[in-house]
């Protein structure tokens, strides 16, 4: 059934691509039976509809070149570098994906956190010392730099950018808590979304930070209620946004023209009794503070006397009955399925991904290929990241390079995601192998960085329009809404840190007197040896044209390439330290181009 | 930043005021910028552009539990807000340490008292610096109480009582809408050409992107308490390099060159103007910060504090920076206070009383007092019943106006009854109040002050008409300002 819509699919998109006058798809992608060239392009093998033109038709029967891997590891990574793009147009996207999805987690971050914190404790002789924000940045930032499992770690990013919590908040010193959340997001990358939902519900950390942890049941002599704050933004947020979806993603309005809203106030007060009677695990009352550091590393147990008792209406008629004895799990079981089942999910969560990895405005094709996955992957499974993942990064839309010529397809990119792809792309390295990193200049420069969001609602929101062209056009740019004067100039100073003084990571103390030795090792630093054999002027297009590649998948125009090897020519080339000089700059101007900055 | 944008704009047919709301085609036409080429065509009204004056908008961002900021002390009134708060009420008994400090005010027997963690706003309110609106928030169309609200007649702001929605609409005062324009944005669109160096926008943020300045035509320029004339611009390669003069020069031109160049994508077109506008403004900001004498009033070591500390070194060098209107804007968070409102209140509205109290004085040492209206703005009240000992989101609540043009010692709109029953404007079990004064009729009142004519006055507030009569401008919306200010 698949293979026939997929059929279709390209089908439609192939007449498209034939027809349209801006098919430049110069050598974008080989594709064997497609021919390779410009204009010269085969819609299937056979007219007759019963035939399986699977190796013809989908990406398992043609591989990428250079370019096309770059773009596609653009969409699916944080970061990557030359061998990455290499070894992408060896195997082939959708291999590629498979192989990423039997990558096992080579370790877990809370694990890390608990060997600094050993080391700090030693240090110290204190076998109580408790962890500090510095130490989940380290972890966070050691299992970038030496894990091979990125696809995981781009979905688990996409993820922390949608059921968010972050460091500013009460457990933002606790490394514990902070690796201990992102641990679930990196374990349910590819699972179900169902299950995500669930484990983000009982941990402590979100429990704690949208304020549901020592919720207690209603007190109406006291006029006291249930805390609202999880029910609304679980529903706003996390599953099904506040307005009405059709399955393209599309808004849906009433006769006078209104959106109508998924929710109201009342259903809110109603999930909110649902989020009632949990506490910490390792507490003998109810109400009390963390109890210390691991508290946070638990799941949160249910109290069933400080639980809502009564029917609870939740949405599309569904009524939580009146359980006696009271059984607050099974509540927030079915509370979790009402939404999970709802109509809206999908639509709205599948839109949320596809404009972290691909594209702020989707086409409503797209999302509907997306959402059909989603809700069916095949085998009956809703929910099936792994599908979703596959049906987001290999739709037509996301692998035709026509869609990179469409003026509104593609994506600013975020800071922070520029940001690691000058240390995936440039291969930072230490002499340890190992890599601490906290992240400081990059968030003073761009104010992002991991689980750093100043609220629940991410550093930037779905529907963010950006007034003129983008607004004109009625489009949406969720990235412009971190995009000002002071990140603009703080992003370029970034890149003169990060490349041109060859400081791409910010390398401190574990603890306080730690002997710079502790971390000398550790220091990084990026690697050109490759970049720098071209930087006689008559090779600098050589050197352009590999950076081009390897951060600008072979679009930066060639304009802009001239404008930049005009500007490097105007600089001392004659000493190693020169020419190192000139990859250096020449990084740092291709990185602010805009087409550089926007994915697509 | 200063530039003015390539639109394509729909041209707005019919005469702009009153006479045209309510029609559907009016408000898209304003909020998608055809208005813009009516305001062009109309000669500003404003007759003396010598004037200074600037407005300073802090966000408290998150929905600040404003009714305990302002608390109502006559003993009936009292006796409902314990009743009603229980577990959050403040104790106006209290002396050691006090909870609530009493205001010198008395309407026909009301009384009432500030937060104890306010003691300067509390005297600035004393001695007529400052005066607080009640029970106001966002709105379409007024809603007289709850069987209004419940009768599905009166339109309800998109959203409410969300976070995303509900700050937005503070910020556009266009509550029918998810509109990316706002209200400092579209003064600019009309007032900007009273500034003489164009590159440097009407609007400053010390928060980033916002949308209260966002306008039709003009972005916000975004500044760093931290920044100064060492640090602003691109870091350039070390001055002991013989030519670092000469390389510098080479990459930045270079970079002017990438983003100026023309692109199609409407990303690359839109991230490329957005760089050389802030190159352009650097540039000309510059020299204002290379101006900027340090003030001898002192300032908090608290980053709310030394945003206030900058914008009152930016006004004291408006004349290099070419300023004759100014908006400021600030954003204060932390206010969504779902867990312990009374401990996160006692450490966070100190930090608000100094920042307030000491930009006050800056103002006074500076001569800019009278020229200076600053405000609070906070995406809703709170419950006014607890969930335990925190409370949650509602809609109608109280701020603050500050500055000697402001008629200071005032609680303007009216303060709510805070009963749970037998109350017409409680909507909820849990205390939510609807709002009797809206957003658009405190922003008319400052646009009116800041020279937006009467006849413009739908342009930046497109439900203006709903509220109050423009035309007439005999009458001032909410009367917080002298008659004549702005006649």
């Known amino acids: ?600 | 930043m200063g530039s003015k944008r390539n639109i394509s704009r729909r041209r707005f047919i019919g005469e702009a005021g009153c006479a045209s709301m309510g029609s559907m085609a009016y408000l898209n036409s304003v909020l998608n910028l055809g208005m813009i080429n009516t305001l062009a065509a109309r000669p500003h009204i404003i007759s003396n552009t010598s004037d200074y004056k600037a407005m300073v908008c802090i966000l408290l961002a998150g929905g600040a539990d404003t009714y305990n900021v302002l608390v109502p002390t006559e003993s009936g009134e009292y006796s409902v807000y314990t009743t009603t708060r229980d577990a959050l009420a403040l104790d106006k008994d209290a002396t050691n340490p006090a909870q609530l400090l009493p205001l010198n005010y008395n309407d026909n027997g009301r009384t009432f008292s500030v937060h104890a963690g306010m003691p300067q706003v509390r005297d600035m309110f004393d001695i007529g610096d400052l005066s607080f609106l009640s029970n106001i928030g966002t709105l379409i169309e007024p809603i007289a109480n709850k069987t209004e609200y419940d009768s599905g007649n009166k339109k309800i702001p998109l959203g409410l009582y969300s976070h995303s929605d509900q700050i937005m609409q503070w910020q556009t005062s266009v509550p029918q809408s998810r509109s990316a324009v706002g209200v400092g944005g579209r003064m600019a669109d009309i007032l900007h050409d009273m500034n003489t160096i164009p590159e440097i926008s009407m609007n400053i943020s010390l928060a980033g992107k916002n949308r209260f300045q966002s306008g039709n035509q003009y972005n916000e320029y975004s500044i760093s308490r931290n920044t100064d004339a060492s640090n602003i611009g691109f870091k350039g390669f070390p001055y002991y390099l013989s030519n670092a003069g000469y390389i510098n020069s080479v990459k930045n031109n270079a970079i002017d060159s990438l983003v100026s160049q023309e692109y199609s994508n409407i990303f690359q077109n839109t991230i490329g103007n957005l760089t050389t506008q802030t190159t352009e403004s650097i540039e000309k900001i510059k020299v204002g910060l290379e101006n900027v004498v340090p003030l001898n009033t002192s300032f908090s070591a608290t980053n709310l504090s030394n945003d206030l500390k900058k914008i009152a070194e930016l006004i004291s060098v408006r004349s290099f920076l070419g300023a004759n209107r100014q908006v400021f804007f600030v954003t204060y968070g932390g206010w969504d206070h779902h867990d312990n409102v009374l401990g996160s209140q006692a450490a966070m509205l100190p930090v608000l009383n100094n920042a307030l109290s000491e930009f006050n004085a800056a103002m006074k040492e500076i001569g800019m007092h009278d020229n200076v209206v600053t405000f609070t703005i906070s995406d809703f009240a709170r419950t006014l019943t607890s969930n335990g000992n925190g409370s949650d989101h509602a809609w109608g609540g109280n701020q603050m106006i500050m500055g000697g043009a402001i008629t200071g010692s005032q609680i303007y709109g009216n303060y709510p009854s805070l009963a749970l029953t037998g109350n017409d404007l409680n909507l909820s079990t849990r205390g939510r109040i609807l709002p009797t004064t809206s957003v658009d009729e405190f922003y008319a009142e400052i646009a009116l002050w800041f020279g937006v004519s009467a006849n413009d006055l739908d342009y930046i507030l497109p439900n203006i008409c709903n509220f109050y009569s423009p035309t007439c401008p005999a009458s001032v919306p909410v009367d917080y300002m002298p008659i004549g200010m702005f006649s």
């Open chain 1, 1 to 600: 059934m698949k293979k026939t819509t997929q059929t279709i699919v390209w089908t439609t998109l192939l007449l498209c691509v034939l027809l349209s006058t801006k098919a430049r798809c110069q050598a974008d992608t080989i594709v064997i039976g497609f021919g390779g060239s410009e204009g010269v392009l085969v819609t299937a093998s056979s007219n007759e509809a019963p035939g399986d033109p699977e190796n013809t038709i989908n990406f398992a029967g043609y591989l990428p070149n250079e370019n096309g891997s770059s773009r596609f590891l653009g969409q699916a990574t944080l970061g990557y570098n030359y061998n990455d793009i290499i070894s992408v147009s060896q195997t082939g996207q959708e291999d590629w994906i498979d192989s990423q999805f039997n990558i096992t987690r080579p370790f877990i971050l809370i694990d890390k956190v608990y060997e600094y914190r050993q080391t700090y404790r030693d240090s110290l002789n204190n076998q109580t010392a408790n962890t500090n924000s510095r130490m989940w940045d380290y972890a966070w930032w050691q299992y970038l730099m030496t894990s091979s499992d990125d696809l995981r770690q781009r979905i688990a990013f996409a993820l922390s950018e949608i059921i968010v919590v972050s460091e500013k908040s009460a457990f933002g010193n606790n490394a514990l808590a902070m690796s201990d959340y992102y641990d679930i997001l990196l374990d349910n990358s590819f699972g179900n979304y169902r299950d995500l939902m669930q484990e983000v519900t009982y941990s402590p950390v979100m429990g704690v930070y949208l304020t549901y942890l020592n919720n207690p049941k209603s007190d109406t002599t006291k006029n006291q209620f249930p805390d609202e704050n999880y029910a609304r933004e679980l529903m706003q947020l996390f599953t099904i946004g506040t307005t009405v979806l059709n399955e393209f993603g599309e808004m849906v309005y009433d006769t006078a023209g209104l959106p109508i809203p998924t929710y109201d106030n009342e259903d809110i007060i109603e999930f909110s009794k649902i989020f009632t009677g949990l506490t910490w695990y390792d507490r003998t009352q109810f109400g009390r503070g963390a109890y210390n550091d691991t508290s946070y590393i638990e799941n949160m147990v249910m109290w069933e006397n400080y639980h809502e008792p009564g029917v609870k209406n939740l949405l599309n008629g569904y009524q939580v009955p009146d359980r006696i004895p009271i059984d607050g799990n099974a509540d927030i079981t079915d509370a979790l399925d009402n939404l999970f089942n709802h109509a809206n999910l999908p639509p709205f969560v599948c839109k949320l991904l596809i404009q972290r990895l691909v594209t702020s405005n989707p086409e409503k094709e797209y999302v509907k290929r997306v959402v059909d996955v989603f809700k069916n992957n095949g085998q009956g499974v809703r929910g099936d990241l792994k599908a979703v993942i596959k049906a987001i990064l290999l739709d037509p839309i996301a692998r035709s390079c026509d869609s990179g010529f469409d003026t509104n397809f593609g994506m600013l990119r975020e800071p922070f995601v520029r940001y690691v792809q000058i240390n995936k792309g440039f291969n930072a390295s230490t002499s340890s192998g190992n890599f601490r990193n906290d992240m400081d200049y990059v968030y003073q420069y761009v104010s992002q960085k991991p689980l750093a969001s100043p609220s629940v609602f991410n550093f930037f929101q779905q529907d963010y329009q950006p007034i003129g062209l983008i607004e004109d056009v009625d489009k949406v740019a969720p990235e412009f809404q971190i995009t000002d004067a002071q990140s603009i100039a703080g992003y370029i100073n970034g890149l003169y840190r990060w490349v041109i003084e060859n400081n791409p990571a910010d390398e401190y103390d574990l603890f306080g007197g730690e002997a710079n030795s502790g971390y000398a090792d550790e220091i990084s630093s990026l690697d050109l040896t490759e970049e720098v054999m071209f930087t006689n002027h008559d090779q600098l297009h050589i050197l352009l044209d590999r950076l081009n590649l390897i951060v600008g998948q072979g679009r930066v125009s060639q304009s802009s390439i001239d404008i930049i090897i005009t500007a490097l020519k105007e600089f001392p080339n004659s000493t190693p330290e020169e020419k190192l000089a000139i990859v250096r700059i020449g990084i740092y101007l291709l990185m602010t181009s805009p087409e550089y900055l926007i994915n697509r």
